[in-house]
């Protein structure tokens, strides 16, 4: 069974940098789509980023392309976020999903597999 465990939320001050990371156990992930997705209170989970395994294809969200970059480590097993210049507006539990490599990146029913999240918040 697939597993997903995001780790490396936390408080930082705008314009700062994190870098998330999703564990992941339990598949062949060389046929997963992973993604990054956010969601705020009282709001819809929004897509974030998201990467073919092995640095293929990548895409991003509008609102931080230029901003973040989304990679992985094949022999982890694991996905990164990376996060620079941060701002108030990002401020979200970020979520991994992964997906079959059927349907678009931003498709947030195609995603099967869901971490736990993690909470990001970016003080002013």
């Known amino acids: 069974q697939v597993q997903l465990v995001e780790s490396g939320g936390g408080l930082v001050q705008a314009g700062g940098s994190l870098r998330l990371s999703c564990a992941a156990s339990?598949?062949?992930?060389?046929?997963?789509?992973m993604g990054w997705f956010r969601q705020v209170p009282g709001k819809e989970r929004e897509f974030v980023a998201a990467i073919r395994w092995g640095g293929g294809s990548r895409r991003f969200a509008d609102s931080v392309r230029g901003r973040f970059t989304v990679s992985t480590d094949n022999a982890k097993n694991t996905v990164y976020l990376q996060m620079n210049s941060l701002k108030p507006e990002d401020t979200a539990v970020y979520y991994c999903?992964?997906?079959?490599?059927?349907?678009?990146?931003?498709?947030?029913?195609?995603?099967?597999?869901w971490g736990q999240g993690t909470q990001v918040t970016v003080s002013s």
């Open positions: 999903a992964a997906k079959e490599l059927l349907g678009s990146f931003t498709e947030i029913d195609a995603y099967k597999y």
């Open positions: 339990g598949g062949t992930f060389r046929r997963y789509d």
